[in-house]
């Protein structure tokens, strides 16, 4: 019976001290933006056949890929980013791991 409570108990604190990763959605890295505007550059990743902007340079610490990797599924938890680029659908990551 003592075998019994300790291997239970054993497998609550596990289960408890496990943290599990959710991300809000997948996407797609799918180049560097060459073009030369104001509000261009970065990245274009797609998410839900939408396509965004990102700047790499400022990713989640520990996150990094190639331009050889591309296309590059990810997860990631992001959000719109508030600029005067709206229209250029900025975003900010801000947890993402390769898929």
Do not use: H
């Not at 274009?44 to 590059?72: C, H, M, W």
């Amino acid at each position: 019976m003592r075998a019994k409570l300790f291997i239970l108990f054993t497998c609550t604190i596990l289960a408890l001290g496990c943290e599990k990763s959710k991300f809000a959605g997948t996407g797609i890295i799918k180049g560097q933006d060459f073009a030369l505007c104001a509000c261009c550059g970065g990245y274009f990743i797609e998410i839900n056949d939408i396509s965004y902007r990102f700047d790499k340079s400022v990713l989640p610490a520990g996150f990094t890929f190639s331009e050889n990797q591309l296309p590059l599924t990810v997860e990631l938890n992001w959000k719109l980013r508030n600029t005067s680029c709206n229209d250029f659908n900025w975003i900010t990551i801000s947890k993402i791991r390769v898929k």
